[in-house]
């Protein structure tokens, strides 16, 4: 207990509000539960991996001070009915059940198998107040219209806009809240429908990993994820420098043409012998680009490099994000 106790503390210090009921709900959702490696790095306010998928992609709980910000933006009040997207291993539900109490319901939804699964068993005898259900996309399809009203709907991983099944009847006063943008960075917005339209408050930038962790398994060297990491890197730079005209021509080109590359093309990978890389179409394009593209190369290897730490499962989480939070980079 100690150890939770002086981590609110230090979280309250540093500006990170929190109120009684939310320091009740993490004094009692005990992390351990829904952890194998040790709280030490949560107690120091970094995320803490709850499970590795069978293709060693690392799903983290995020680092307190961000599930701090996430429930103080989502404005709970006890006996909603909230909507979680992505599981964060159970833990994020056990706090919200805390503070929603026995009239409170969560509907968990996860869309990676494994990590369902994973989910489901953690949660499976863990002692509840309200109630906390855990459904995949599928059974959240074919979910009863009566039992998809929600108060508020938090998403927790990121997207670049809002899932297509959360294509919901939104009720006066409900919203979303949930990190809207590329793989690379994302704005933390809260989403409220007012005649029809979204209206989105911004509450700061923040680096989360995708929602759905199936986009972080996938091939960095895919020509399409190629494209979308250097469509996201390119749209960050710009935002950040001015870029000659010619760099922005040579790297629009680049991501149509990799975009308009046969699906059937061999892959390549961390495996793939210096013969195999160099003879690929991907590669080939690449280096064509090269030359045009070497004054802006380096800051966009940075910026993707961001991008293939989450695919390639790094062991240094903090390599690119400055103090190793890898949820929030203020």
Partial sequence: ?????????????????????????????????????????????????????????????SAPHMLVTLLH???????????????KGGYLAAILDYLLGEEGIITLIEPHDEV?????????????????????????????????????????????????????????????????????????LKKEKQSG???????GGVVFSPMDTRISERNPLDPIVLAEGLEDSFSLICE?????????????????SLRELPRDIPSIGEHSSDEEIMENPVMDLMMSEMERLAPIWPIIEHFMSIELVNIFNSEDESSFI??????LVP
């Fill in 197 to 203: 339209e979204w209206l989105d408050t911004d509450l």
């Fill in 116 to 188: 369902l699964e994973h989910t489901r068993r953690v949660l499976e005898n863990y002692q509840t107040r309200g109630i906390i259900r855990v459904l995949s996309i599928i059974d959240f399809e074919f979910y009863d219209e009566s039992a998809k009203e929600f108060d508020r709907i938090l998403i927790t991983g990121a997207v670049r806009e809002i899932p297509d099944f959360l294509s919901l009847n939104y009720q006066e006063g409900s919203f979303i809240l949930g990190p809207f943008g590329s793989n690379i960075q994302q704005r933390l």
């Fill in 1 to 61: 207990m100690k150890d939770i106790e002086e981590l609110i503390i230090r979280l309250g210090e540093n500006g990170f509000p929190m109120d009684e009921s939310l320091k009740f709900a993490f004094k009692n959702a005990n992390i351990d539960y829904f952890i194998k490696s040790g709280n030490n790095r949560f107690y120091s306010d970094n995320p803490v991996e709850f499970m590795k998928t069978s293709k060693g992609v690392t799903k983290n709980i």
């Fill in 322 to 327: 400055t103090g190793g939070h890898e949820d």
């Fill in 240 to 256: 950040i420098i001015e870029v000659d005209e010619e760099i922005l021509q040579g790297i629009e080109q680049l991501i149509q």
């Fill in 73 to 87: 933006h989502l404005e709970i009040k006890k006996g909603q009915k909230v909507l979680l997207v992505g599981s």
